[in-house]
């Protein structure tokens, strides 16, 4: 290890020879003389800008997310601080102790980076190497300096071209948010936080970064987590394992409570991204699910897998399982999402009509095609098309049944949507728009083989893919005392709290508000509003006060071209700029007041995760902003503005 420090120190002393002449003479070192250099207290005292022990992630605990358990240390909890520099060329005032600048201490040596404090206006972003396997991400904001790893935890983005916010930044790709001062995710998809970095400045402006040894492995972090304590008699109990449920258990841990937790999962899997199944049908459970067991059982989170909630008895605070256990109580959070819907067409029972929302399903599809299937897929939303992009070049012929006379069209607008519909047709999808399936008709085994369509026309059919919306699953509140409404869902406050105290409720059967336009309550099947729900009734319930303060965010993926989409609301009028034909554009969706109640966009990023931080911050957009091409972007510049005080 004192080899790799030594070799370390003398890389960096020969990449910077013309930067410390005039500030230390000094020689190429030796392997002995680099590591006397490196413990030199005067080295520190004269180089480096020593910042608080008490900030940064010294606490924060890295993890894979599939995987080996890593080994176990004593947690207290919560989140930390930060580690950052003010943006000052004077002379460090301090020194760096022996412990701190051992090559044996948690923390690495100063590594000199490719950035000087010049080098970054306000409000600015630079990606550097710490070495050649780390990158990270520094950022300058009210003249301070602060580093945190530069890949979103959730699917690799680089965070540099993402959207810098007040104390934050938000990934490019999927609108996961992550704060600067400790690198801990605030907003999703995602579960792990970012590593941080100490930073220290010579005084010349050099930049320097110090990492904790541990998050050299990975470029993710897991925040503190505890475990049970026996004299702790409370129980909380997790319903639905599904992205919100798994978060809340997580960052129940993560806020202290060393109770009883029971998390029931009504699938078999362990907890998993099921966003991915219908985009790629091939995945196994270690590629999709968020965890291993072994975590679940580190941090003493009861898994009761294949188990479902029948019952809740809110008087006297006890849940009925369907593996017949009854199980009492102090709170309960409740996110069992919803279900495929079939519609009553005949013969929607037969075999071979498959619906996609569960492991299962995709598993199901993929064991019944050949190449010489014919796959229809009803339904012209994400679903029914996601599921005919990824099966089209497996089987003989995909056809798309579709009600609208384009797809997509309730998301994203006639125009998208025929560019959308050109898009499959491109790619030897039949798209049979404007039409409906009248009947399912089945051989003498019971299989479905052909559909017949509502202008009776008769399609030959050995698969039926059913896109057709979904149903909440809420039937177990019956007679529970928590509010169901009409379509399923459950009325919440700012905090996830239902009708009934500590029941709390979220992810695709809450009706929620949200940030934004919206002044009523919404119910939006988002994977990223289940995440963010997951953490916000996590915190609440374990004493805290945390309000909803969510923006959706949702995306697709088709035939390679990735459709980002933030905000609510109606629409009277559609602002396109950019190329439609090269699936390089932005959508300005603007409603009755001429102001924008959403964005979309393809080939754009970060367009979309700026707006979404845009109204993150309370602010608005509006029609006048964007209708001069020439100035249609300066909105983004807000980002790094405060809101201005209302007298």
């Known amino acids: 290890m004192a080899a790799w420090h030594s070799h370390r120190t003398a890389l960096n002393l020969a990449k910077t020879r013309r930067l410390f002449e005039g500030f230390l003479k000094i020689r190429t070192p030796t392997s002995q003389q680099s590591q006397q250099f490196q413990k030199s207290p005067s080295f ?67 590594v000199l980076v490719d950035c000087r404090v010049t080098d970054l206006k306000e409000n600015e972003m630079k990606q550097v190497d710490f070495d050649e396997d780390t990158r990270v991400l520094l950022v300058k904001q009210n003249d301070r300096l602060l580093a945190v790893g530069a890949k979103c935890t959730h699917y690799g983005a680089p965070l540099q071209t993402g959207a810098l916010g007040l104390g934050r930044v938000r990934c490019p790709w999927h609108g ?18 970012l590593p941080c970095y100490r930073v220290e400045v010579g005084n010349e402006g050099q930049v320097l970064l110090r990492a904790k040894r541990s998050d050299l492995v990975n470029n993710k972090r897991l925040k503190n987590m505890v475990r049970r304590k026996p004299d702790d008699q409370r129980v909380f109990i997790v319903v639905g394992g599904g992205p919100s449920g798994a978060v809340a258990v997580e960052t129940i841990r993560q806020e202290g409570f060393t109770g009883r937790l029971i998390f029931v999962c009504r699938e078999d899997y362990l907890p998993y991204d099921r966003v991915k199944i219908s985009k790629a049908m091939n995945l196994e459970i270690e590629q999709l699910r968020f965890r291993d067991e072994e975590f679940y059982k580190e941090y003493d989170i009861e898994l009761w897998q294949g188990v479902a909630a029948e019952k809740l008895d809110t008087a006297q605070k006890e849940l009925h399982c369907s593996n017949g256990y009854v199980v ?56 029914a098309l996601e599921a005919a992009a990824g099966l089209v070049s497996k089987v003989q012929s995909v056809t798309v049944v579709g009600r609208e006379n384009v797809p997509l069209k309730a998301a994203f ?9 050109q898009l499959f047709e491109d790619n030897k999808v039949i798209m049979r728009m404007e039409s409906g399936i009248a009947e399912i008709v089945g051989n003498e085994d019971g299989k479905v083989s052909e559909v017949v369509l509502v202008d009776e026309t008769r399609l030959p059919c050995d698969l039926l893919i059913l896109g057709t919306g979904s149903k909440l699953n809420t039937q177990f509140l019956a007679k529970s005392g928590v ?31 949200i940030h934004g336009l919206a002044h009523d309550r919404v119910n939006i099947g988002h994977y990223q509003l289940a995440q963010y729900h997951g953490r916000v009734a996590a915190i609440n319930m374990c004493g805290g006060v945390k309000k909803l303060e969510a923006v959706p965010f949702f995306f697709t ?36 007041a001429d102001t924008v109640t959403a964005v979309a966009s393809c080939g754009r990023d970060p367009i979309v995760a700026q707006f979404a931080e845009l109204i993150s911050q309370g602010k608005c957009l509006g029609r006048g902003q964007i209708e001069d091409p020439a100035t249609r972007e300066d909105w983004t510049k807000k980002l790094g503005e405060p809101l201005p005080q209302v007298r």
């Open 557 to 592: 993926l088709i035939f390679g071209k990735g459709i980002r989409y933030a905000g609510h609301g109606s629409y009277k009028d559609v602002i396109i700029d950019g190329s439609m034909e090269d699936f390089k554009f932005v959508a300005y969706f603007i409603n009755e």
């Open 413 to 421: 607008g006639a125009e998208i949507g025929q560019r959308v519909l």
């Open 176 to 193: 996961a948010c992550f704060n600067l001062e400790n690198g801990d995710i605030e907003d999703f998809p995602g579960l792990d936080s």
């Open 44 to 110: 520190s005292s004269r180089f480096h800008n020593r910042l608080p022990n008490t900030m940064g992630s010294i606490n924060c605990k890295e993890y894979k997310t599939t995987g080996s358990t890593p080994k176990k240390e004593k947690s207290t909890g919560g989140t930390v601080g930060s580690y950052q520099s003010k943006c000052s060329n004077q002379s460090p005032s301090t020194t760096m102790s022996a412990e701190e600048s051992s090559p044996d201490s948690e923390y690495t040596s100063a």
């Open 483 to 513: 509010k169901v409404n009409r379509n399923g869902s459950v009325d919440v406050t700012d905090f996830l709290e239902s009708n009934v105290p500590d029941v709390y409720v979220g992810g695709d059967i809450a009706n929620a508000h």
């Open 328 to 383: 009492k109580y102090d709170k309960i959070y409740l996110a069992t999402g919803c279900s495929a819907f079939r519609p009553p067409i005949p013969g929607v029972n037969l075999e071979n009509v498959r619906t996609v929302r569960e492991l299962a399903d995709t598993k199901a599809i993929l064991a019944s095609i050949t190449p010489e299937s014919r796959v229809v897929c009803l339904g012209s939303s994400f679903i």
